[in-house]
């Protein structure tokens, strides 16, 4: 069984700074490609950044130069760093990741985390 664990988030004023980590748990061959989402009241889950196994980064452009992904594959784990927060960074974060198991054969998946609020206050 595998699982994504997320911690962090919170409410910070603008202006302000948040760490979320997403930690992958169970019976892992391998983590792939790792990703930060987020999804504001009424509107669709978007991309926020996502890291390959080897450090390859993206970011939406709402993003860049205040958001820094970053991972630890030895732990299995992907790290969100916000700085700079704006009320529009308001929403629920979700951790996202390809993870190859065993099964009899080797399989990947893609899995969620189940979220983590972060609320920015004007």
């Known amino acids: 069984q595998v699982q994504l664990v997320e911690s962090g988030g919170g409410l910070v004023q603008a202006g302000g700074s948040l760490s979320l980590s997403c930690a992958a748990s169970?019976?892992?061959?391998?983590?792939?490609?790792m990703a930060w989402y987020r999804q504001a009241p009424g509107k669709q889950r978007d991309l926020v950044a996502s890291?390959?196994?080897?450090?390859?980064?993206l970011y939406a452009d709402s993003v860049k130069g205040r958001f820094t992904i970053s991972r630890d594959n030895a732990k299995n784990t992907v790290y969100l760093q916000m700085n700079s927060l704006k009320p529009e960074d308001t929403a629920v974060y979700y951790c996202?990741?390809?993870?190859?198991?065993?099964?009899?054969?080797?399989?990947?998946?893609?899995?969620w985390g189940q979220g983590t609020q972060v609320t920015v206050s004007s």
């Open positions: 996202n990741a390809d993870i190859t198991y065993y099964d009899r054969s080797y399989r990947t998946k893609n899995y």
């Open positions: 169970g019976s892992i061959f391998r983590v792939n490609a």
């Open positions: 890291i390959t196994s080897g450090s390859r980064t």
